[in-house]
């Protein structure tokens, strides 16, 4: 027997934001980021629509982007003090995910941060409040997820918290939010979303649910991602509807080892300075953790599929050509989009150092520990191939690099 699960109403299209008029409660709290909901008048929105429905109102703003543990045990405790009925989250993907820890904390306030981490072993929630997403950022798709990510900046690493608990109740997907996104920040979302896509379509976990959603947000996001990062308005508005399907295929898929080491480098070069982007991180490891995982022949099949659907081949081309194919696409884009092809030359604008953005002896130092811990990932357990210790050093290293996956 499998799960599919999904927040009970998704309003989507322009205007969805109104949707809050219609929840019913006593006290709402809105987490949010730093500024931009505010400044371009979202915040302001989303409180008063909430007080149209006679909504009590308090706001958690600052959330910083990936939120530290300490974050969520703050907002936690504004909770525990406000006693919100609905816990309204707004913006990209950290105050989203955030907020669904900060929920769990406040729901069971002698909860660990351990115990959230404990994979899909979360307590009944909604026992004193329901969750509703807005999201603003096209690419984590956390307003229809089971999924948090949370930083832990003591250990350097990012901790996914996956239980279909914390799957919201509520999901807003208004592209008005999306059209204020920075050009970076549309490329690396957008390439978040093609992984969750693809990792969704070769995952163990996927089933026939879950398959139409992978392939159709790939299709969508290969039509539409380029030119949303050059500014078409109306491909932007599509490309939020891309990540979102994305999503919940993700969410009921599962994903696999790309997220596992995007997680576990995010934040393990912090001490220098250097944090790579999620998103980035993704676009860049996506063609190794292809190329590794097409040593499987049942990956190696579905990555063909994807390829057919995307029309990078003849049809009558093998399998390892279209993998090929798919692989030269993905760096493509890439390229389209600004984002580098490794680890090494991550960041070179910002810190021109001859090894770029993560020093070559800090990387290769860590990097027995940063495997331990991909290996160890929630995602990792539903990739298409498992990788020994020794193959994830050297995946990893290709992914530093910009080498060959031979292995």
């Known amino acids: 027997m499998m799960r599919f699960t999904l927040p009970r109403d998704l309003y989507h299209g322009e205007g969805a934001m109104e949707a809050l008029k219609t929840l019913k409660g006593k006290r709402a709290m809105i987490c949010v980021g730093g500024g931009s909901m505010k400044r371009f008048g979202f915040l302001q929105k989303a409180e008063d629509y909430l007080k149209e429905a006679g909504f009590e109102v ?15 045990m703050k907002g936690a405790q504004a909770m525990e003090e406000f006693q919100p009925d609905w816990i309204v989250a ?3 993907g950290s105050p989203i995910d955030a907020a669904k820890a900060m929920w ?3 729901e069971y306030p002698e909860t660990t941060f351990a115990d959230m981490c404990k994979v899909f072993g979360l307590p009944k929630l909604r026992q004193k409040a329901h969750f509703c997403a807005i999201s603003s950022t096209s690419g984590t798709a956390t307003e229809v997820t089971a999924f948090s990510i949370i930083t832990d900046y003591d250990k350097g690493i990012k901790y996914p918290i996956a239980d279909f608990e914390i799957t919201p109740d509520v999901a807003i997907v208004d592209p008005e939010l999306a059209q204020t996104m920075p050009k970076k920040l549309v490329a690396h979302t957008g390439m978040d979303a093609l992984t969750h896509a693809i990792e969704a379509y070769v995952s163990t976990a996927n089933c026939n649910y879950t398959d139409a959603l992978a392939i159709h947000a790939i299709e969508l996001i290969q039509a539409n991602l380029i030119k949303s990062y050059n500014g078409d308005k109306q491909a932007r508005a599509t490309m939020h509807d891309a990540q979102c399907l994305a999503g919940m295929a993700f969410s009921n898929a599962l994903l696999g080892i790309v997220h596992s080491m995007a997680h576990k480098t995010g934040a393990a070069f912090a001490d ?4 790579i982007i999620h998103g ?5 490891y996506l063609p190794k953790v292809i190329a590794f995982n ?6 190696k099949k579905r990555y063909g599929v994807i390829a057919d659907y995307m029309h990078l081949t003849d049809k009558d081309a093998s399998d390892d050509e279209k993998v090929a194919a798919l692989i030269k696409y993905i760096r493509g884009m890439n390229d389209e989009l600004n984002i580098p092809h490794c680890i090494k030359n991550y960041g070179k604008d910002s810190y021109p150092t001859e090894q770029g953005f993560v020093p070559e002896d800090v990387f290769l130092e860590r990097l027995p520990q940063i495997a331990a811990n991909a290996i160890l990932d929630a995602c990792t357990g539903s990739n298409p191939r498992q990788p020994s210790q020794e193959e994830m050093e050297k995946l990893l290293k290709c992914c530093y690099y910009d080498t060959e996956v031979d292995f």
């Not at 097409?294 to 990956?299: I, P």
């Open 58 to 72: 308090k706001l958690y703003e600052g959330i910083e982007s990936d939120p530290s543990v300490t974050t969520v």
């Open 90 to 92: 707004i913006g990209g």
């Open 104 to 106: 769990i904390k406040y």
């Open 272 to 275: 220098y300075g250097a944090h």
């Open 280 to 284: 980035a991180a993704n676009a860049m």
């Open 294 to 299: 097409a040593k499987d022949e049942t990956a």
